[in-house]
């Protein structure tokens, strides 16, 4: 479902405060639906699978599940698929058709550990969870986490290729859902600005505040996540009981607030490469919003993920 541009413009222009509060109520219903959903099923399996693509907010979400979910009597346990990385052999490391390491491959979880972790925590069994270290590209096992389900728990296994075929498709009686910022920004019928670029935006500033990435670097590498999108996580959704959307119709007047830097990046993205156009379409359509201070971001709004100054621990 679109948003129109000038109803965000003129609830941001009337009250911002207000909005944003009404906006982020939105979307915990949709937590509060996702939450019915993985309850109702919850005989079937105690194992949820939480996939989307880059950017979707799939940490955030989950902890906002693991709180209504204890809301309702219920207690839950997160893990990151990642933590279920092998340790990078770049020898046989599957490759991109530019040579390249593809990280964004299924190829590189280890998809018989998942398979035995799901089985046993299904029987009520322990089981290891193990801890991968990406600074040295290889799992620590002797870092794992026992983990064991009793009768009213359940486990959310939060990954972009949760719902995959050798994941997902293995147990199809587990809970899937897919998560993604799904909705385009329209003024009467034409667009101003997509799904996707609320997505790579997020990423963007999130990897340049946290995790040290430049901000070109980011934007030189969409080109093979939206790849490995299209590849490896969309074709799944269809497996999925609960579908997200985690747009929220303030967040691109809050970017905005990033303009500058993102358009300083776009402009040193090499004309070949084939997000480049696509790059100076986005830090151009920032202009048609009402920016927002970024500083009245509630603490526990899903945004906090990609600005950071949030009540959640990542």
Same mark, same amino acid.
């Given at each position: 479902?679109?948003? *129109?541009?000038?109803? +965000?413009?003129?609830?941001?222009?009337?009250?911002?405060?207000?909005?944003? /509060?009404?906006? $982020?109520?939105?979307?915990?219903?949709?937590?509060?639906?996702?939450?019915?959903? &993985?309850?109702?099923?919850?005989?079937?399996?105690?194992?949820?699978?939480? #996939? %989307?693509?880059?950017?979707?907010?799939?940490?955030?979400? /989950?902890?906002?599940?693991? *709180?209504?979910?204890?809301?309702?009597?219920?207690?839950?346990?997160? +893990?990151?698929?990642?933590?279920?990385?092998?340790?990078?052999?770049?020898?046989?490391?599957?490759?991109?058709?530019?040579?390249? &390491?593809?990280?964004?491959?299924?190829?590189?979880?280890?998809?018989?550990?998942?398979?035995?972790?799901?089985?046993?925590?299904?029987?009520?069994?322990?089981?290891?969870?193990?801890?991968?270290?990406?600074?040295? *590209?290889?799992?620590?096992?002797?870092?794992?986490?026992?983990?064991?389900?009793?009768?009213?728990?359940?486990? &959310?296994?939060?990954?972009?290729?949760?719902?995959?075929? $050798?994941?997902?498709?293995?147990?199809?009686?587990?809970?899937?859902?897919?998560?993604?910022?799904?909705?385009?920004?329209?003024?009467?019928?034409?667009?101003?600005?997509?799904?996707?670029?609320?997505? &790579?935006?997020?990423? /963007?500033?999130?990897?340049?505040?946290?995790?040290?990435?430049?901000?070109?670097?980011?934007?030189?590498?969409?080109?093979?996540?939206?790849?490995?999108?299209?590849?490896?996580?969309?074709?799944?959704?269809?497996?999925?009981?609960?579908?997200?959307?985690?747009?929220?119709?303030?967040?691109?007047?809050?970017?905005?607030?990033?303009?500058?830097?993102?358009?300083?990046?776009?402009? *040193?993205?090499?004309?070949?490469?084939?997000?480049?156009?696509?790059?100076?379409?986005?830090? $151009?359509?920032?202009?048609?919003?009402?920016?927002?201070?970024?500083?009245?971001?509630?603490?526990?709004?899903? +945004?906090?993920?990609?600005? %950071?100054?949030? #009540?959640?621990?990542?």
């Amino acid at each position: 479902m679109p948003y *129109q541009l000038s109803e +965000i413009n003129d609830k941001i222009r009337k009250d911002p405060a207000a909005f944003l /509060a009404e906006c $982020d109520a939105h979307y915990q219903e949709r937590i509060h639906t996702a939450v019915d959903t &993985i309850l109702e099923r919850m005989k079937v399996s105690p194992i949820v699978l939480l #996939s %989307g693509p880059s950017g979707s907010g799939k940490t955030t979400t /989950a902890m906002k599940l693991e *709180q209504e979910l204890e809301r309702r009597g219920v207690n839950s346990h997160t +893990i990151s698929l990642d933590n279920y990385f092998k340790t990078l052999n770049r020898k046989t490391a599957p490759r991109t058709p530019e040579g390249d &390491i593809d990280y964004e491959s299924p190829l590189l979880l280890d998809m018989e550990l998942l398979d035995d972790t799901f089985s046993r925590l299904s029987r009520g069994e322990w089981v290891i969870v193990p801890h991968f270290e990406f600074a040295r *590209q290889m799992r620590n096992d002797s870092r794992g986490t026992p983990l064991k389900l009793e009768k009213n728990e359940i486990a &959310i296994f939060e990954g972009i290729h949760a719902l995959n075929d $050798d994941i997902a498709g293995r147990h199809p009686e587990a809970t899937g859902m897919y998560i993604s910022a799904r909705s385009n920004i329209l003024e009467g019928e034409a667009l101003r600005f997509k799904g996707t670029w609320m997505r &790579i935006t997020r990423r /963007a500033v999130r990897d340049y505040n946290f995790r040290g990435t430049d901000l070109l670097e980011t934007l030189l590498m969409w080109y093979n996540v939206r790849r490995g999108e299209k590849t490896y996580i969309s074709p799944f959704k269809s497996r999925a009981h609960v579908i997200i959307d985690s747009s929220l119709r303030y967040e691109v007047p809050v970017f905005a607030h990033y303009a500058g830097a993102l358009r300083a990046a776009v402009e *040193q993205v090499p004309e070949d490469n084939p997000r480049c156009r696509e790059f100076h379409d986005l830090v $151009d359509a920032f202009r048609y919003f009402q920016p927002v201070d970024p500083a009245l971001v509630p603490p526990d709004s899903l +945004i906090r993920e990609f600005i %950071g100054g949030g #009540s959640y621990h990542y």
